[in-house]
């Protein structure tokens, strides 16, 4: 995996070349490179389940490196509005449902170390975007070794049946129903307040 083409692909994917795509891709590299795997959209294809912690540039970039996508079930998002994504290897089964993985954050010091290794570039977007490029992974991020939980039926290939939501009757998939008494409800009916919608049909 090579910087130059990956950063070409993730401009073409997101839209734009920005100093986020340049850090999510070197991010996803770091983890990539950490966990051994070499082609993740080659050979190691479906060895990764990536959680990001925010929806940002990023996380495209991030997705394209892994080859990880929400519509895959393989791309998880935690909205913690943090730069920083957890990259599980499921192959490294350490217990029940339990993989290994490595946390990869951005460091804040990485800011600061763009205005004073590269001074002499303005703007300041291009600052940053030449520092995530040029300065060492330690330099760039943090690293932590976990370990995730990840129950089959959050898994990318998980088969599941569809219920109808006992109110709503809209179908409900890969067990997302609550069970209220002896009903099982669709989230919106289970816990009307996690609606993000207000319907306003007449
Ligand atoms: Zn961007
Ligand atoms: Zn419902």
Same mark, same amino acid.
């Given at each position: 995996?090579?910087?130059?083409?990956?950063?070409?692909?993730?401009?073409?994917?997101?839209?734009?070349?920005?100093?986020?795509?340049?850090?999510?891709?070197?991010?996803?590299?770091?983890?990539?490179?950490?966990?051994?795997?070499?082609? /993740?959209?080659?050979?190691? %294809?479906?060895?990764?389940?990536? *959680?990001?912690?925010?929806?940002?540039?990023?996380?495209?970039?991030?997705?394209?490196?892994?080859?990880?996508?929400?519509?895959?079930?393989?791309?998880?998002?935690?909205?913690?509005?943090?730069?920083?994504?957890? *990259?599980?290897?499921?192959?490294?089964?350490?217990?029940?449902?339990?993989? %290994?993985?490595?946390?990869?954050?951005?460091?804040?010091?990485?800011?600061?170390?763009?205005?004073? %290794? *590269?001074?002499?570039?303005?703007?300041?977007?291009?600052?940053?975007?030449?520092?995530?490029?040029?300065?060492?992974?330690?330099?760039?991020?943090?690293?932590?070794?976990?370990?995730? %939980?990840?129950?089959?039926?959050?898994? /990318?290939?998980?088969?599941?049946?569809?219920?109808?939501?006992?109110?709503?009757?809209?179908?409900?998939?890969?067990?997302?129903?609550?069970?209220?008494?002896?009903?099982?409800?669709?989230?919106?009916?289970?816990? /009307?307040?996690?609606?993000?919608?207000?319907?306003?049909?007449?």
């Amino acid at each position: 995996m090579e910087l130059e083409a990956l950063l070409k692909e993730a401009e073409v994917a997101h839209g734009h070349l920005c100093a986020g795509q340049v850090l999510g891709v070197r991010m996803a590299m770091h983890a990539c490179a950490l966990l051994q795997i070499t082609e /993740p959209r080659g050979k190691d %294809r479906k060895r990764l389940v990536t *959680f990001v912690e925010i929806d940002r540039c990023a996380t495209d970039a991030i997705g394209v490196v892994t080859g990880c996508r929400l519509g895959k079930r393989a791309l998880k998002f935690v909205d913690w509005g943090k730069m920083a994504a957890t *990259f599980v290897d499921l192959t490294r089964v350490v217990g029940d449902d339990l993989y %290994r993985g490595v946390r990869v954050a951005a460091l804040e010091s990485s800011k600061d170390l763009a205005r004073q %290794r *590269f001074p002499e570039i303005e703007p300041k977007n291009l600052q940053q975007m030449t520092a995530y490029r040029e300065l060492s992974d330690a330099e760039l991020f943090s690293v932590e070794r976990v370990e995730v %939980r990840l129950p089959a039926k959050e898994f /990318p290939g998980y088969k599941a049946g569809r219920v109808a939501c006992a109110l709503c009757g809209e179908g409900i998939n890969y067990d997302r129903g609550v069970l209220r008494g002896d009903e099982l409800l669709c989230g919106g009916c289970s816990a /009307p307040e996690s609606r993000y919608y207000k319907v306003v049909n007449p």
